[in-house]
T-cell receptor, first 111, second 117 residues
Framework: QKEVEQNSGPLSVPEGAIASLNCTYS??????FFWYRQYSGKSPELIMSIYSNGDKEDGRFTAQLNKASQYVSLLIRDSQPSDSATYLCAVRGDSNYQLIWGAGTKLIIKP | NAGVMQNPRHLVRRRGQEARLRCSPMKGHSHVYWYRQLPEEGLKFMVYLQKENIIDESGMPKERFSAEFPKEGPSILRIQQVVRGDSAAYFCASSPLLLASSEETQYFGPGTRLLVL
C-alpha cells in the first residue's frame, strides 16, 4: 500500500519566522512531488513541484527533496498570516497518473 | 484560459434523492479525477476518467455512486439515493494528456458542497 505521511498539526509559527512542513512517502520509485495549499472552504491550489534531489526555490517557498530518505519538505520564509492554511503533499506513483495524497498539515501563522 | 469548472457550487438534497455533480476540465485537458473531502479530513480519491472511459474507480463506493465523462459535455458524478453520510465537498481535478511530461499535475475546480438533509 503506497502511503504519504504528514503530521496533521496544527503547526503554529510566529509571523516572520520560517515554517517547515514535512512529508514522507513509501514508494521508492516515486518521481514527482507536489505541494498544494488549501484554505478553509476552498479547493487545493498547486504551489510547488519538485522532481530532482535538492532544493527548488520560488519566492518565499523552497521545496526540498531527498529520495534516499524518501522525504520531501516545504519551507516558507518570512511567514505571513495569509500563509495560514492546510498544506497537502502529493506524490505521483509509478502508474504515472495517480497522485497519492497526504492528509495535510494545518499551518497557523500567529501575528 | 478558463480553469476547471464545477457546478453547482452548493447542492442540498433530502435523503433518498439523487445528486448530480458536473465538472468541465481545463481546456486541453483530457483527464478528470473526482475526490471527496469530509470536513477536517484529507482528499479521498474516487475515480479517474478519460473521455468515454473509466480508468480507475477503485475509490468509488460500489453502490449508489457512478461517474461518466462522455465524448461531448462535462464529466458527471452521480449519487443515487443520497444519505447523510454523503454530505461532503466533492472536488474535480483535471490534467492534460500524460504523454507530454511527468511534471504535469492536477488542477482543481472550486468543488461542490453537498448537504444531505
Amino acid at each position: 500500500q503506497k502511503e504519504v505521511e504528514q503530521n496533521s498539526g496544527p503547526l503554529s509559527v510566529p509571523e516572520g519566522a520560517i515554517a517547515s512542513l514535512n512529508c514522507t512517502y513509501s514508494d521508492r520509485g516515486s518521481q514527482s512531488f507536489f505541494w498544494y495549499r488549501q484554505y478553509s472552504g476552498k479547493s487545493p491550489e498547486l504551489i510547488m513541484s519538485i522532481y530532482s534531489n535538492g532544493d527548488k526555490e520560488d519566492g518565499r517557498f523552497t521545496a526540498q527533496l531527498n529520495k534516499a530518505s524518501q522525504y520531501v519538505s516545504l519551507l516558507i520564509r518570512d511567514s505571513q498570516p495569509s500563509d495560514s492554511a492546510t498544506y497537502l503533499c502529493a506524490v505521483r506513483g509509478d502508474s504515472n497518473y495517480q497522485l497519492i495524497w497526504g492528509a495535510g498539515t494545518k499551518l497557523i501563522i500567529k501575528p | 484560459n478558463a480553469g476547471v469548472m464545477q457546478n453547482p457550487r452548493h447542492l442540498v438534497r433530502r435523503r433518498g434523492q439523487e445528486a448530480r455533480l458536473r465538472c468541465s476540465p481545463m481546456k486541453g485537458h483530457s483527464h478528470v479525477y473526482w475526490y471527496r473531502q469530509l470536513p477536517e479530513e484529507g482528499l479521498k480519491f474516487m475515480v479517474y476518467l478519460q473521455k468515454e472511459n473509466i480508468i480507475d474507480e477503485s475509490g468509488m463506493p460500489k453502490e449508489r455512486f457512478s461517474a461518466e465523462f462522455p465524448k461531448e459535455g462535462p464529466s458527471i458524478l452521480r449519487i443515487q439515493q443520497v444519505v447523510r453520510g454523503d454530505s461532503a465537498a466533492y472536488f474535480c481535478a483535471s490534467s492534460p494528456l500524460l504523454l507530454a511530461s511527468s511534471e504535469e499535475t492536477q488542477y482543481f475546480g472550486p468543488g461542490t458542497r453537498l448537504l444531505v438533509l
